[in-house]
């Protein structure tokens, strides 16, 4: 059965320090993966996708994914972080049809 | 008006009543989904549609109905709930036009905080 497994629960930076949050996939074919961010109140906005390609993915405010095959895994990572992206992060794997298969979640915290 | 909206926002409601949680998209999508949201856990998928027709049912409870009268309108009907139905619930849409090998990209309203009393 398809999993996501998002190690950390919490992470706490720094402004202006970087960022990687961890995603790992159980899926036996080629995964479309994703990265959404929640802020409070809010629904799940998408921050990127894989599907095909390049393993190095770019999306809106900075972020990058890399998908890496051999470790099953998606990670997020930003350079430099801003105090509005403390959020809740999901990263999300789809299969073959119309089934969507999200993690627990990322809570970030940026301290000043 | 923006992608994907949801009403109401909050609601509260007890057992023995009956609400509807309304989904309406602007964006042309074929196919919409409802997912349950808990603290602590990971999305839940309940229900999805594509072209109208319900094609996933998570093994959902019976008291949760849901409506797809349209592609742009989704309705989940709720009655004699549970304390432990509260949550997040949020509605998404996306193309829908799957083919073999394609990916879909979700967009989320920004869900019903449903608090059963």
């Known amino acids: 059965a398809q999993s996501v497994t998002q190690p950390d629960i919490h992470i706490t930076v720094s402004e202006g320090a970087s960022l990687e949050l961890r995603c790992n996939y159980s899926y036996g074919a080629t995964p479309y993966l994703f990265w959404y961010v929640q802020s409070p109140g809010q629904g799940l906005q998408l921050l990127l996708k894989?599907?095909?390609?390049?393993?190095l993915v770019q999306g809106i405010k900075g972020f990058e994914a890399e998908f890496k095959r051999s470790q099953s895994s998606f990670n997020l990572r930003k350079p430099s972080v801003h105090w509005s992206d403390a959020a809740e992060y999901f990263c999300?794997?789809?299969?073959?049809?119309?089934?969507?298969?999200f993690g627990t979640g990322t809570s970030l915290t940026v301290i000043p | 008006e923006t992608g994907v909206t949801q009403t109401p926002r909050h609601l509260v409601m007890g057992m023995t009543n009956k609400k509807s949680l309304k989904c309406e998209q602007h964006?042309?999508?074929?196919?919409m989904y409802w997912y349950k949201q808990s603290a602590k856990k990971p999305l839940e998928l309940m229900f999805v549609y594509n072209f109208k027709e319900q094609t996933e049912n998570n093994s959902v409870p019976s008291r949760f109905s849901p409506e797809c009268p349209n592609s742009s309108h989704l309705f989940l009907h709720l009655h004699t709930l549970q304390p432990e139905d509260s949550a997040l619930y949020l509605c998404?849409?996306?193309?829908?036009?799957?083919?073999?090998?394609?990916?879909?990209?979700?967009?989320f309203g920004p869900g019903t905080r449903l608090l059963v009393l």
């Open positions: 964006l042309g999508h074929n196919a």
């Open positions: 999300a794997v789809q299969n073959t049809g119309n089934q969507f298969y």
């Open positions: 894989y599907f095909s390609g390049d393993t």
């Open positions: 998404a849409s996306s193309r829908g036009d799957l083919v073999a090998g394609g990916g879909e990209t979700q967009y």
